[in-house]
């Protein structure tokens, strides 16, 4: 959320220099690159206002936000002690680790289900490649509540699954999917899975056939064409789409509240404890940092993985 | 010894058949080129060979194993892409060491020969690049060491140098042809061009729709040509249709082109063919007269649109002969009777998609003259 406002600021703030830039040059400027120039201008100020509301609206509130992070509520005066109490108490660290933890178990679950899918995809006829790329993007238009209440229809106690293995007999009691981290890492991974298939997906039909069918005239069996040809040529994509993933996961906010049962705080549960329960904003300033942090070091490595890619 | 042998070879896709009973052999340590226009069958001929696509029927041998239905990692043929097909993500190095890595080579035996092959391309300075730091020309290079780096038994070349500028081409054939001499490897290249086909193979095989048009040597599929499509297809063709008479093809507007004596019925009709580079346009004395319609400088010679009395046109390429005759001006015809040469099938079948793509080919094939 804090990321679309500092990714914003970048390109407008070198416009910015553009248009000094082009004002200094005026004085000497033939009329053609005078007219170029004042077209300068009145882009800059037709998108002074929406410059202002970004600054307002994103980068202020998270400014201030790290402000309190660092700053004694009472007196104004900067501190390090907010850090310090984080950091001595280790529950926060353990829920910190345990949000962690679990992106990369959902990280894990997307990649070991999503690139055999979007592979499969490839493989299959036009027809059914939009049928099933479909049913994939369906996701995205279901609302995130619906789709994790759904969960609950299926996974628990006397949902479908557990229905169906007690009356097959395969189990006397309901085995419990639901409110502990199997429930989160299921329904995080349902919401997630997209974001990893289609980058997959456009990779995958990227890559050249002949690629493959010279290294198999090379002599190379399936086995290596697939390790080292085919999956090396996608790796970047995954790397990145995976990334993304593990960041869109460290904030999840329903999807733990609800399939967690409150039994499984994450990072975003904990904030929202802290805040609306304890009124400790400092404390939240400070989670919040620290998550902004990781999230930006991670944002800033699938940029990278992305250029490399292109 | 390795050759390759297509016996009644069929390869259909649904009901077009991209390679219709084709049976041809390569010898053994030759250099062939399978020549034909796009839509012939040339491109699927090579991936029967390299085993990326089965035929629908027939057999095909290598040496004296079957391989029709050889899975292609199992066939020792190396295949160089027309888009070179070097793997983006390894080093030259790597491309260069994949097929012997994949036989489970050791490391000091891989690298002496990896270094032997790119030294023979010439790229030994270059091992630690990726492909795209690489020129096209260094590419095909590498492509084409990658491909002879295990001593396959054969060599199939696609198109190998369709996506080089004209000069790189000219260079990269000449290297292919040595390094293939050096060899002594079967090479088996597929060209729309007969120009490359004429220029660097020992064999050529002339398809048309997915038929073998005619098999032979350069020279003799370009002075005796079979059918029509093979004179017509392989350079410039003036074509003499008329009956034989003694020394003599008789035109039906009774023009009287000589032609040498041979064993066909008087009266027969034929085919005759003349190439533009055969006959002289002298001031008199000649076969026949006509006048100058139109004249292009082609560099090397002159090309001259020459019309008869009749109102046929013959084209007659001219060495050195810049300026010589005008536009409009009258010249007179000779040839050596000998260079005639009667065409064994006359059919009509010339083109194999309509007029319009012979008269295609034709412009296109006025400017490989050019060269």
Not at chain 1, 110 to 134: M, N, Q, S
Not at chain 1, 289 to 308: F, G, I, N
Not at chain 2, 63 to 72: N, Q, S, Y
Not at chain 2, 318 to 333: E, I, Q
Request: a positive charge.
């Amino acid at each position: 959320m804090t990321l679309p406002g500092s990714y914003e600021s970048g390109p407008v703030a070198s416009q910015t220099v553009a248009a000094a830039h082009d004002v200094a040059a005026e004085a000497t400027a033939v009329p053609a690159r005078r007219r170029a120039s004042l077209r300068q201008w009145e882009l800059f100020f037709l998108l002074l206002p929406m410059l202002l509301l970004i600054v307002l609206i994103f980068d202020l509130p998270i400014l201030n936000a790290a402000y309190w992070s660092i700053s004694d509520p009472k007196t104004g005066a900067l501190t390090l002690g907010h850090f310090r109490d984080f950091l001595d108490s280790t529950a926060y660290l353990r829920i910190i680790w345990r949000t962690f933890f679990l992106s990369l178990e959902v990280t894990a679950a997307t990649i070991l289900l999503g690139y055999p899918l979007a592979y499969w995809a490839t493989k299959l006829p036009p027809r059914w490649r939009i049928v099933v790329l479909g049913l994939v993007v369906t996701t995205f238009w279901v609302s995130i509540l619906v789709r994790t209440y759904a969960w609950i229809v299926i996974l628990g106690s006397a949902g479908l699954i557990n229905r169906l293995l007690m009356w097959a007999g395969v189990v006397s009691r309901p085995i419990e999917f639901l409110y502990n981290e199997f429930g989160i890492l299921v329904g995080m991974t349902n919401v997630l899975l997209p974001f990893l298939v289609l980058p997959l997906f456009a990779a995958m039909m990227r890559v050249d056939m002949r690629l493959l069918q010279v290294a198999e005239t090379l002599g190379a069996s399936r086995f290596r064409i697939f390790w080292q040809v085919f999956f090396p040529l996608t790796l970047p994509t995954l790397a990145a789409s995976a990334i993304l993933v593990f960041i869109l996961s460290l904030g999840f906010y329903i999807t733990p509240a609800v399939l967690g049962g409150g039994r499984v705080p994450l990072v975003a549960n904990m904030m929202d404890l802290l805040i609306n329960r304890f009124a400790r904003w400092e404390t939240a300033a400070v989670v919040s940092v620290v998550l902004m942090v990781v999230t930006l070091s991670l944002y800033a490595v699938y940029q990278w993985l992305r250029e490399k890619n292109a | 010894m390795t050759n390759v042998r297509f016996t009644h070879v069929t390869k259909a896709y649904g009901p077009l058949r991209a390679i219709d009973d084709v049976s041809i052999s390569v010898k053994s340590g030759e250099f062939t080129t399978v020549l034909g226009p796009s839509g012939s069958g040339k491109t699927t001929m090579l991936s029967l060979i390299a085993g990326i696509t089965r035929p629908t029927s027939g057999r095909i041998d290598l040496g004296d194993r079957e391989i029709t239905f050889v899975p292609a990692a199992e066939r020792n043929i190396g295949l160089v892409f027309q888009s070179y097909a070097l793997f983006p993500h390894m080093s030259i190095f790597d491309n260069v060491a994949f097929p012997l890595r994949v036989r489970g080579m050791g490391a000091a035996e891989l690298s002496r020969r990896v270094g032997e092959a790119l030294r023979l391309v010439r790229l030994e300075g270059l091992r630690q690049r990726k492909p795209h730091q690489l020129s096209g020309g260094q590419q095909q290079r590498v492509a084409l060491a990658r491909a002879i780096v295990f001593e396959p038994a054969i060599l199939l070349l696609d198109e190998p140098l369709a996506a080089l500028d004209r000069k790189l081409r000219e260079e990269v054939r000449l290297e292919i042809r040595e390094l293939q001499r050096k060899l002594g490897i079967t090479t088996i290249m597929v060209t729309h061009d007969q120009e490359e086909a004429l220029s660097l193979s020992d064999q050529v095989v002339l398809l048309s729709k997915g038929r073998v048009e005619q098999v032979g040597a350069p020279d003799e599929i370009y002075h005796r040509p079979s059918t029509r499509f093979a004179a017509d297809f392989l350079g410039m063709a003036n074509f003499i249709e008329g009956s034989y008479h003694e020394g003599h093809i008789v035109s039906p507007d009774g023009e009287r082109f000589p032609c040498a004596p041979t064993n066909i019925a008087h009266g027969a009709r034929v085919c005759g063919l003349l190439r533009p580079e055969d006959i002289r346009a002298g001031g008199e004395g000649g076969h026949l007269a006509g006048i100058v319609r139109d004249v292009v400088f082609l560099g090397e010679t002159v090309r001259y649109l020459i019309e008869l009395k009749s109102g046929r046109r013959l084209t007659a390429n001219v060495a050195g002969a810049r300026g010589r005759h005008v536009a409009g001006a009258g010249v007179s015809l000779s040839w050596d009777p000998k260079r005639v040469w009667i065409l064994p099938d006359n059919s009509d079948r010339i083109p194999a998609d309509g007029n319009a793509a012979v008269t295609e080919r034709r412009t296109e094939k006025v400017s490989v003259v050019g060269r």
